[in-house]
């Protein structure tokens, strides 16, 4: 069982205190850029790759990320993979778009409510350790983070750019934990996200699943396994309770 040392001043002995992880996905969960980062994207991919008129149901991608959406899309309309080049194209038009719609309309890039106070609490937690996981490709991510206000400096992360598969990703950002915080195992791992793929990848990892709905849609995720689902941040007592009470989601239907 892996612990953390508190080492307190003045006392006489180490408290031992438990080691757990808690990984948050980003769009709809930390920020509510869902809407403007779809847009973007799908202006991004017609202006750089011509490719117009694409499925926007991202549930149906094989791999719902960036990275995955992409190469999906261009297998389908180009018969091959992105070249390297391509991808970094898409990539500075995206942010490029990203940072003009945030002159336009600044409250696209909102926080959740309560998530930067949340991530702070947390770090400051003996026996909590927290990280990333997003299936955004890094620059956008960190661009996101910064115009919602959300400093995530010190918290190991894991993007698009690691890994096609959100599992691969979550995973990435688990091992990043590990690493920082010099920690073998963690004795617990909670996933907090808003949509199904994220309680799909929770599950294929085995860790528990904490929700968030910005719009009150709890059935969505609930029907899928989850138990405990919030719409924001603000009740951080009731949302740190959640995550010693969350569950592995039922595989059932998921």
Known sequence: ????????????????????????????????????????????????????????????YVHVTDSGITEQIFLE?????????ELARLQRRFVTLLEAAFTQLPGSFTPMAGAAHALQRLQREPDWAVAIATGSWRASAMLKLRLAGIDIAGVPAAFADDAVARQAIVQTALARSRAVHGAEHFDRVVCVGDAVWDI??????????????????????????????????TDFGTFREALEQAHVPNARGV
């Open 1 to 60: 069982m892996q612990r953390r040392a508190d080492v307190r001043t003045g006392a006489s002995a180490c408290k031992l205190v438990l080691m757990q992880l808690v990984i948050f996905d980003l769009d709809g969960t930390l920020t509510q850029t869902t809407s403007v980062d779809a847009e973007c994207y799908v202006r991004a991919l017609a202006d750089e790759a011509g490719i117009e008129r694409i499925n926007t149901r991202w549930s149906d």
């Open 77 to 85: 309309h180009r018969g091959r993979a992105p070249t390297p080049d």
């Open 200 to 233: 799909r990848t929770a599950t294929a990892i085995g860790a528990a699943f904490v929700g968030v709905r910005a719009d009150g849609r709890d059935a969505v995720l609930r029907n899928k396994g989850a138990t405990h689902v919030f719409r924001d941040f």
